[in-house]
């Protein structure tokens, strides 16, 4: 028997018709057509998926566990997530909780080059790091700069794009991402902290890739990339062609019927993310503690075949709840902090100073 996916739905349905559901779900997501015409017998041994489980969930709601054939996936990341949930996900009864991945499917995606290890290896940290997004839209590239390299004076571990800033007319990436990079590279000659720019990809394949030569010639050794719009197969391509670069995962476009710790710590770590950036309990979006915690322990777990993911927390941080975070994620964990640093404005530098401090004190 080849191996299988466990994948784990959340159904809507009543107690007499929770059980159809389920076979409905396992067929749809193997073979989409009814069983009784299928009489080869590799498709009915190996192929139709398998209803595992079904735990009552309670308000109506069931956890479906189905086991579903890992050959089927061809080894691309854009047909994993199809079979994973492909046409399941046009029914609005049905979520993707998660899905167990067996030691093949972890050796055939690969999971992250560099990890949590290899990011802290970046600027020399051994504890929590810090990270923070350039922005708004409509800023010259020497703008962008000029405030990159204010920040990096500060002392941050890592700084990015924001993940809206792409290839616009009033900051072309070719301008962009050479002068915040040079600006960077200034301050953290400075401060020695090594401080790390991540530009934000954007576009096709052939642009992204582009892109990343040009982030090499400028001697930058991450970027920022958003599997769910640059597509994951893609994401998945970059990664494993470029296995001297750490990609730092963005969740724009990532709500939805896909539960955020199973996609955004188990699914994008599997496809080659070596840090997460998701909302933050408490921030501006709606995620909860329970959400943050599963996330994080999904992206660090300890797993054969998979290095560590970063957990990156972002959306709405203060300053003052640094050392609540931090004992709520502890020491493996990137913080994210935004708007709090550019409301600063001409004390950024401080400010930035301030937040580094805080998260080196509590390692």
């Not at 400075?190 to 040009?214: F, K, V």
């Not at 003052?320 to 502890?330: D, H, Q, S």
Request: proline residues 5%.
């Amino acid at each position: 028997m080849g191996s299988r996916i466990e994948a784990v739905y959340r159904v809507r349905s009543d107690a007499k018709s929770i059980a159809a559901r389920a076979r409905g779900i396992a067929l749809e997501q193997s073979v989409e057509m009814p069983i009784g015409p299928i009489d080869d017998a590799f498709v009915l041994e190996e192929v139709v998926g398998r209803v595992e489980s079904i735990e009552d969930a309670g308000d109506g709601e069931y956890n479906v566990r189905i086991a579903l054939a890992a050959v089927t996936t061809g080894g691309e990341a854009g047909q994993l997530l199809n079979m994973l949930f492909g046409n399941t996900s046009i029914h609005d009864d049905v979520r993707l909780l998660d899905a167990e991945f067996p030691g093949d499917v972890v050796a055939a995606f690969g999971g992250p080059n560099h990890g949590l290890d290899g990011l802290r290896a970046r600027v020399k940290a051994t504890g929590a790091l810090s990270s923070t997004a350039i922005k708004p839209q409509g800023l010259s590239p020497s703008a962008l700069a000029k405030l990159a390299g204010a920040i990096a004076l500060g002392g941050i571990d890592f700084i990015k794009d924001d993940h809206g800033i792409a290839d616009q007319s009033y900051s072309p990436f070719a301008e962009r991402v050479p002068a915040v990079a040079e600006a960077v590279a200034a301050a953290a000659a400075r401060t020695g902290i090594g401080t790390r720019y991540l530009p934000s990809l954007n576009g096709n394949l052939d642009a992204m890739r582009r892109q990343l030569a040009l982030c090499r010639a400028c001697g930058l050794d991450a970027v920022l990339a958003t599997p769910m719009l640059a597509g994951l197969a893609q994401f998945h391509t970059l990664v494993k062609e470029n296995p001297d670069i750490a990609f730092m995962a963005h969740p724009s476009m990532a709500g939805g019927a896909i539960a955020p710790p199973f996609l955004l710590g188990k699914l994008f770590r599997l496809l080659g993310a070596d840090a997460t950036v998701f909302p933050n309990y408490g921030g501006r979006f709606g995620y909860t503690k329970d959400d943050c915690r599963r996330l994080a322990r999904n992206a660090l777990e300890q797993r054969a075949g998979l290095k560590p993911c970063v957990p990156v927390p972002a959306g709405g941080m203060q300053l003052a709840r640094i050392p609540e975070l931090l004992e709520f994620y502890g020491r493996d964990v990137m913080l994210m902090i935004g708007g709090a640093l550019l409301a600063a404005r001409e004390r950024i530098t401080e400010q930035t100073a301030r937040y580094c401090e805080a998260v080196r004190a509590w390692n």
